[in-house]
């Protein structure tokens, strides 16, 4: 689908680049010649003799131009819908010739509804969600006071044509409390379904306000490589736990480095088997891709891989298939891959770091673990405590 252009095609343009124009000047019935529509197309070629069409109009579009090309001698008048809803509207194109003889072409304009809507918004009124929303995020948890009996939640749609069913959200229990936000096309099927845990303490042990928290964790992607042996060495100089989130077929050339990470308490993630991102794949294929790399770990370690970060952040979702995971992203990129600067990635790093931010770095640069380095001290002497992704989901 192309882009919704507001400016309308001039007829010259179209005659010029289009079908031949006819000779013919006046005849018992008039014709079309031919016709256009900016944005929009066809589902049949066009044939003068021919009076009923369908046309495709892209979701984003809610007005089109219709741009009839005509005989000379002829003369147009187009009933067309000022603004386009979702679905069907009709428009009419009536063509006249010189003895005010007419023939009219009927339009189903056809603006199709786009079968993929996320929500651009969500939110817990009053409490804070453990991430910042993002569309492709699909889990979220919130602690609310001991005497909070209901929460409101508050979210907007990226596409109009698109509703939503919200379940779970009166009576809150002590404990978890589960609230489902399920996004229906315009053809009533569910598409994307976000949740979140909303956790009522039991005592009067209330949840601290953001601002005090300063746990963060630092995450190191695409490893192992022949320099986590050395960033180990500083985690452990640090005396803090990371997550590494590794790509499958690395493990096994890189066996102790991974060992060692289970031994010296850091948590695991699952960064696919090739880096591949999970997008326009089956299911299957994605399942394939996780557990791949779920296998080489846990024949090595014995351990499980606790989260899935998909590479690239790319993910068109298929929560289905690995609802036992959470997906985590990150929320300070320093773009270290990018940088291969120490200085750069140690300054990005501590521009953006606060309370419950997830650093992400890659244990595949020099530089990367020289700044691993240098900003965990930093942050250490700030007064931040670093934890894994996994004690940090708890905490916020
Ligand atoms: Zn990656």
């Known amino acids: 689908m192309g882009s919704c252009s507001s400016t309308p095609a001039s007829t010259n343009d179209a005659q010029q680049s289009n079908s031949p124009i006819s000779s013919q000047s006046v005849e018992a019935q008039p014709q079309m010649a031919n016709v256009l529509f900016e944005p929009g197309e066809l589902t049949q070629p066009f044939d003068p003799e021919q009076h009923h069409y369908t046309v495709e109009i ?43 003889e007419e023939t009219t072409y009927f339009f189903i304009l056809n603006r199709i509804a786009s079968d993929n809507a996320y929500l651009s918004s969500l939110s817990l009124d009053g409490f804070k969600l453990d991430y910042t929303f993002n569309k492709a995020i699909y889990e979220y948890s919130a ?40 996004v229906m ?3 009533k099927k569910i598409i994307n379904e976000y949740r979140i845990k909303v956790t009522r303490p039991e ?15 630092i995450t190191f992607d695409d490893g192992p490589s022949p320099y986590t042996d050395e960033l180990l060495d500083i985690l452990q100089k640090h005396n803090i736990h990371a997550t590494f989130y590794l790509v499958g077929n690395r493990v096994s050339s890189y066996p102790n480095e991974v060992k060692r990470m289970v031994n010296e308490g850091h948590a695991l993630g699952n960064h696919t088997w090739d880096h591949s991102y999970l997008k326009n794949l089956s299911d299957d294929e994605k ?24 590479p690239g952040g790319k993910w068109d979702r298929s929560i289905k298939s690995f609802d036992d995971k959470p997906i985590v ?46 900003v965990i001290g930093r942050l250490k002497e700030q007064g931040y405590t670093f934890v894994t992704v996994d004690e940090l989901r708890e905490m916020y």
């Not at 089109?64 to 386009?84: F, H, M, R, S, Y």
């Not at 005592?203 to 964790?217: F, M, N, Q, R």
């Not at 394939?288 to 989260?307: P, S």
């Open 58 to 100: 892209p979701t984003e579009c809610d007005h089109i131009n219709i741009v009839p090309i005509l005989d000379p001698g002829l003369t147009v008048d187009i009933e067309n819908p000022e603004k386009l809803e979702y679905g069907k509207n009709e428009a009419k194109v009536h063509i006249f010739n010189e003895m005010q």
């Open 143 to 182: 602690k609310v006071k001991s005497d909070t009996e209901s929460v409101k939640v508050s979210l907007t749609l990226d596409d109009e044509a698109a509703t939503y069913e919200i379940s779970g959200n009166d009576d809150l229990k002590y404990g978890d409390n589960m609230i489902t936000v399920s």
């Open 185 to 187: 096309s315009q053809s």
């Open 203 to 217: 005592s009067a042990a209330e949840p601290s306000t953001s601002g005090e928290v300063k746990y963060i964790a």
């Open 287 to 310: 399942r394939n891709l996780i557990g791949q790399t779920d296998d080489a770990v846990r024949e090595l370690t014995g351990q499980e891989t606790t989260t899935i970060r998909p």
């Open 329 to 374: 992203f990150w929320s300070v990129d320093p773009e270290d891959w990018k940088y291969r600067n120490t200085e750069t990635v140690v300054n990005n790093i501590m521009k953006s770091t606060k309370g419950g931010s997830i650093i992400l770095l890659h244990d595949l640069y020099p530089t990367s673990v020289e700044a691993a380095d240098i």
